[in-house]
């Protein structure tokens, strides 16, 4: 493979990359949106306990932490993706 | 020390170190130094006042009666900061170009930078906020009471409390909110003090949360096992009311005036929305993950009957934390007195902006504005608007505080302010969006909002009676506030917010179909919708406007360094080395955009027009507008451009490379043609030297006619090789010309004898023009005189006519000297003209063993050295080539 070709690929591939950030970055309100604000969410929190806590609690608890470490780990490529 | 003194004390010494704070910020940020001030951590810290005491008390309070429900307020925003890229950015990246201050002035500049709707959203933004303010000011003076409520002290009352925290607060906000106008709006000061008072108060819940979890229970198992079974209403958490409040609290985290001051005003750069997008959901995870334990803690610890909105701080005190509760309290402090420092300046800035200066560009309207000072008059408007502010908000407390009406009141402010949403939202990403429409279904909106909410709130105490509240006016049950045409929705709030939001943006979306925009908002639509697209400014266009009246208002409205800055700047750009700029559109355009970050749009925009006089929006602005997709197509249309010509120096590349190959192809032949030319001669002299050499007996007559072919071949040869010579000097160039002014008839004649031979061998007829032979020229003579002879001669030698003639004709034109040497033969074929100015070049019909067929291009080359030229003009009769000599 000519060092041409290999360049344009990998030029493809970041733009794939920047693509999908962007894509993800679309999704990650939709996901909260659908683990949060759907009748859905009843099947997660039914009145039973884990560990003594209410499964409610960690429902929404642990979803929100999910969605903020989800926004964390997104953020910076699409800052970097910002800037070219 | 009596609690209530030391409560007093701890306040002051706080809020003397908020004062502290925010002066070494201010100064830092002022000197340029403290740059983390501007860092992302300051920013998201900033965003907290979004949690205000209603939030620092009112969310225990809230869990204890409806369990998980107040976790909503907090999801709302987390998402919309997930989504930061979509609408944030986009937010803040208006706000930045096009200097926007308030929330207000983002939609009035949207439509067509239109006052009626800056004042619309003014008024609606102070009905909204001030029970908000009255709501911390209720919050502040319970903690009081709650902390000394057994203490047995006299203490005031707490409407002097009230009355003593509202004036402290206005002298803060007005001390570091109003300090200067700048040009961007950005308090660095109340910025700092707030990202201070955001620690205080994470830090205040979170100790609480932990003295709870590990304190009064036994970890987190233990304090869930104490709760009542029916808090969190068998986990069904999922209900309108869930899905309403979710909806209010991300309307809230953009339309509240506040938080739209901290999120999009004070930004000062675009990527700490990165950070905040993670950082601020995570603080509000800190500030509810401890709720739900505080909450269980206070119904399961403290007597039946005590305020679950105060339980942050009276669970500590029932448990003797003296200190924990002071801190507690001192959260509960920071969270209001943020907000009401955040929301007074936001609000002020929009008062004055957009009521206050309109009002006095009306009354003066006769008067030219730079006659008065616009700043001072400015931060005097501010001033009094942030003391108007609190006032009404104090006053509102007196009146209605510590009732119901005022305890509900915080999500009746989110759907008031929420209204703003759909014009905020088809503004920037819908072009069609029009100010009529933003107007109408803003309009619609907050009435029904008042109607079906707000009003009723009151009970009955205010407009709107109980008996109507309950039966409809007159008593028309299907206008009932609380179930309008008959929809029976039990939840009040969810019962407003779909009527009113949903009429709001039915109302915004038709009315947008069916009304044309002005061009002013069709400018505007396209900044906003494409903020991230690349516009080209246009300029050319100049003014009415006289620059030094330009320069006197800029002075009033931005202070005298800046503008003078400004003006030295544009007068460099646009090449002055002294002197005011002109005011070109360009230079305008970014004058009102500068006012603009200090008085709104709508006002820059009237202070401008007042000063020009002309029509704000050009034809040119119109035709730019016109198509919506003229950027794009500009943008296009250049790249096309580029592509042409681009294929353009393409072409002349391979046409260049063509034009080297065929030179290449040309020195090849040219070469290989020297040598057959040198090839014969040689031959006859190398042949006829060899007979001299190997025959003995020749005779004297053959001896002499052998060596005289030997003798004229090598002239020949000499000759061919002085032409190449003279050929390859003058097409370099390098040929040395003696240029004296000389009579033409005098060359002529000269070349005339040098050719007697050949005319007398031909019996030619020599015909001459001696009258206008008579100018003088100014060349080198030796060298015309060779092209003359060279065409002569030719004539002489290739005239086919019986009876040859070859005629000499002169003339002049008003810049150069023609010379024409005709014959009267058959002329040079067509297929032939284009050869014989080449070198070597054997015409197809006639062939001359006397000439090497260098003569044509000598005589040419000559020409060009003399920067005149040789043609070959074609003729009804024979040949006839014409020399032009510049005069």
Same mark, same amino acid.
């Given at each position: 493979?000519?060092?041409? #070709? ?79 | ?14 809020? +003397? ?26 920013? #998201? ?48 990246? %208006? ?157 809230? +985290? ?121 700043? !001072? ?85 205010? %407009? ?45 979306? #038709? ?200 003798? !004229? ?61 008579? +100018? ?98 074609? !003729? ?12």
């Amino acid at each position: 493979m000519s060092s041409e #070709t290999s360049s344009f690929l990998e030029r493809d591939q970041q733009a794939q990359r920047k693509r999908k950030t962007r894509e993800a970055a679309a999704f990650l309100p939709i996901l909260g949106v659908i683990l949060l604000l759907t009748p859905m969410i009843s099947v997660f929190t039914q009145d039973t306990r884990t560990g003594g806590i209410p499964n409610a609690v960690f429902y929404v608890f642990g979803v929100w932490l999910l969605l903020i470490g989800l926004t964390f780990l997104i953020a910076p490529r699409l800052q970097q993706d910002d800037k070219d | 020390m009596q609690p209530f003194n030391l409560l007093v004390t701890i306040c002051l010494i706080y809020v +003397i170190g908020l004062f502290v704070i925010a002066y070494v910020a201010e100064k830092g940020a002022a000197e340029g130094r403290l740059t983390f001030l501007r860092s992302p951590v300051v920013y #998201t810290l900033s965003l907290s006042v979004y949690c205000t005491a209603w939030t620092f008390y009112g969310a225990v309070g809230s869990a204890a009666r409806n369990g998980l429900e107040f976790v909503a307020i907090y999801l709302g925003p987390t998402l919309v900061f997930m989504g930061w890229w979509w609408l944030l950015r986009k937010l803040v990246r %208006i706000g930045r170009t096009q200097r926007i201050t308030s929330i207000a002035d983002l939609i009035s500049s949207r439509y067509g930078k239109s006052n009626t709707l800056a004042v619309i959203v003014t008024l609606m933004a102070v009905i909204g906020t001030t029970p908000y303010i009255a709501l911390q000011l209720q919050s502040l003076t319970l903690s009081f009471s709650a902390f000394t409520a057994d203490s047995g002290q006299s203490i005031p009352s707490p409407a002097v409390t009230a009355f003593w925290v509202a004036v402290g607060l206005a002298v803060f906000t007005i001390f570091f909110g109003t300090r200067n106008l700048d040009a961007n709006e950005r308090h660095h000061g109340v910025v700092t003090a707030i990202a201070v008072e955001a620690v205080v108060k994470l830090v205040a819940l979170l100790s609480v949360g932990i003295f709870v979890v590990w304190g009064v229970a036994d970890g987190p198992s233990d304090i869930f096992s104490r709760m009542d079974p029916e808090l969190l209403k068998g986990g069904q958490i999922f209900t309108p009311r869930w899905v309403t409040l979710m909806f209010l609290s991300s309307t809230a +985290i953009i339309c509240l005036p506040r938080m739209f001051q901290v999120v999009v005003v004070e930004n000062s750069v675009e990527k700490h929305l990165a950070t905040a997008s993670w950082a601020f959901p995570l603080y509000l995870f800190g500030m509810s993950l401890f709720v739900l334990p505080i909450a269980i803690a206070g119904q399961s610890e403290l007597p039946v009957g005590a305020n679950p909105d105060l339980y942050v701080m009276t669970v500590p005190l029932a448990k003797e934390q003296t200190g924990l509760a002071a801190l507690a309290f001192l959260g509960g402090f920071s969270s209001a007195t943020s907000m009401v420092i955040v929301a007074a300046i936001a609000l002020s800035t929009m008062m004055s902006n957009h009521i206050v200066l309109p009002l006095w560009l009306t009354l003066n309207r006769g008067r030219n504005p730079q006659s008065d000072d616009v700043r !001072t008059l400015l931060l005097r408007a501010r001033r009094l608007s942030i003391g108007g502010i609190l006032a009404l908000g104090y006053f509102y407390y007196q009146i209605t505080g510590g009732t119901d009406a005022l305890a509900s009141i915080g999500l009746i402010a989110f759907l008031g302010v929420a209204q703003v949403m759909p014009a905020l939202l088809g503004g920037i990403f819908w072009q069609g969006a029009t100010r009529k429409a933003a107007i109408a279904g803003i309009t619609t909106g907050f009435a029904l909002w008042a109607y079906t909410l707000f009003l009723p709130s009151f009970g009955g105490a205010f %407009i709107l009676s109980q008996t109507t509240i309950d039966h409809g006016p007159l008593g028309i049950a299907l206008l009932r506030p609380y179930g309008l045409l008959g929809l029976n929705i039990p939840d009040h709030l969810v019962h407003a917010v779909s009527w009113s939001i949903g009429m709001n943006t039915l109302v915004f979306i #038709t009315t947008s179909l069916f009304t044309t925009p002005r061009p002013i908002e069709r400018r505007q639509s396209v900044q906003f919708v494409n903020v991230y697209g690349r516009f080209s400014p246009r300029s050319g266009r100049s003014h009415s406007a006289e620059p030094e009246e330009l320069l006197v208002l800029a002075q009033r409205i931005l202070g005298r360094n800046t503008a003078i800055k400004l003006f030295n700047e544009t007068a460099a750009e646009q090449g002055k080395s002294r002197g005011l700029p002109d005011p070109t559109d360009s230079f305008m355009e970014k004058l009102e955009r500068d006012f603009a970050g200090s008085v709104g749009a709508a006002t820059a925009h009237a202070m401008l027009g007042q000063i020009t006089g002309g029509p704000a929006v050009s034809v040119e602005d119109m035709m730019a507008v016109a198509d919506e997709t003229a950027g794009i197509m500009e943008y296009s249309a250049r790249l096309k451009a580029q592509s042409e010509e681009l294929t353009k120096t393409a072409q002349q590349l391979r046409k260049a490379n063509l034009q080297l190959m065929e030179l290449g192809e040309q020195k090849d032949t040219f070469l290989s043609q020297v040598s057959h030319e040198l090839r014969t001669p040689m031959t006859s002299i190398r042949a006829f030297s060899e007979i001299l050499r190997d025959s003995d007996q020749l005779e004297p007559d053959q001896l002499k006619h052998f060596s005289g072919v030997i003798h !004229t071949e090598s002239i020949r040869l000499t000759r061919l090789l002085d032409d190449i010579l003279d050929l390859s000097f003058m097409e370099n160039g390098q040929v040395k010309l003696n240029i004296r002014r000389t009579d033409l008839g005098s060359i002529i004649d000269r070349a005339i004898t040098t050719t007697e031979t050949h005319l007398q061998e031909r019996k030619i007829l020599l015909k001459r023009d001696l009258d206008h032979e008579a +100018i003088t020229v100014n060349t080198d003579p030796d060298r015309l005189a060779q092209v003359l002879i060279n065409l002569i001669s030719n004539a002489a030698k290739y005239c086919s006519a019986q009876k040859p003639e070859v005629s000499i004709s002169c003339g002049r034109s008003a810049s150069a000297v023609l010379i024409d040497v005709a014959d009267n033969g058959s002329g040079i074929e067509a297929a032939d003209i284009d050869l014989i100015f080449q070198k070597f070049s054997r015409l197809s019909g006639v062939f001359s063993a006397g000439s090497a067929g260098l003569g044509l291009p000598i005589s040419r080359e000559i020409m060009r050295n003399l920067k005149g030229t040789l043609t070959y003009v074609p !003729t009804a009769k024979g040949a006839l080539f014409r020399i032009t000599l510049p005069l």
